[in-house]
């Protein structure tokens, strides 16, 4: 079983409607969870993190986490063209004294005008 | 704060060459990462330090890999003797704490 896990997609949804991403992790011990926006060619961004179960909201980005069922997800409200990138999900994993993020392959996202 | 450099931005090599890579961090980060990211992936942890110490380092990279942060400032990774299945982009990240990473823009190596 991997690590983390997303729906590669692609997934494309029209301007102005609700797009949904969804990511599982396997680790029960992790305690903060990741959103990095890609686009093509460039290196990931940092949208939004989320460590507490339950909603979290900023601007036309949601994330929502539920530990019980070890899964995140991120809704992105009127979705414009410029959203469209690949998605990743990232799950922070401590073993040892190191810790990491560990990338689930991504979700691309495609905004239709 | 000028963000996370890496350089070169490109690297073309020819099989069996060394290459290596550097990364300035955002100068307050202790925390900086490698990553390697390939078409359709998500990046793949290669190896974290703290401030000089090297904590860990990924069981997938070979012998062939290695990094260095000297004085916990820049780091740098090295590859030698480089094989096609290098080819990736290398990212390098830094964070103070643990929220979340700022990535620089990336290495694309190239070996042919």
């Known amino acids: 079983q991997k690590e983390v896990e997303q729906n590669s997609g692609p997934l494309s949804v029209p301007e102005g409607a609700i797009a949904s991403l969804n990511c599982t992790y396997s680790?029960?011990?992790?305690?903060?969870f990741f959103w990095y926006r890609q686009y093509s060619g460039k290196s990931p961004e940092l949208i939004m993190f989320?460590?507490?179960?339950g909603d979290k909201e900023d601007g036309r980005f949601t994330a929502q986490l539920n530990k019980a069922s070890q899964y995140v997800s991120l809704l992105i409200r009127d979705s414009q063209p410029s959203d469209s990138a690949t998605y990743l999900c990232?799950?922070?994993?401590?073993?040892?004294?190191?810790?990491?993020?560990?990338f689930g392959k991504g979700t691309k996202l495609t905004v239709n005008p | 704060d000028t963000g996370v450099s890496q350089n070169p931005r490109h690297k073309i090599t020819k099989r069996g060459q060394n290459v290596t890579f550097r990364c300035d961090p955002i100068?307050?980060?202790?925390?900086l990462y490698w990553y390697r990211q390939t078409l359709g992936q998500g990046p793949e942890f290669l190896t974290y330090?703290?401030?000089?110490?090297?904590?860990?380092k990924s069981r997938l990279l070979s012998d062939r890999f290695s990094a260095e942060r000297p004085k916990g400032s820049f780091s740098t990774l090295e590859i030698q003797r480089t094989e096609q299945g290098d080819s990736a982009m290398y990212l390098c990240?830094?964070?103070?704490?643990?929220?979340?990473?700022?990535f620089g823009s990336g290495t694309r190596l190239t070996v042919v």
């Open positions: 990232a799950v922070n994993m401590a073993q040892g004294g190191s810790e990491k993020l560990v």
């Open positions: 989320i460590y507490s179960n």
């Open positions: 330090f703290q401030n000089e110490a090297q904590l860990e």
């Open positions: 990240a830094s964070s103070l704490a643990f929220y979340g990473y700022t």
């Open positions: 100068s307050e980060h202790n925390r």
């Open positions: 680790d029960r011990g992790s305690q903060s």
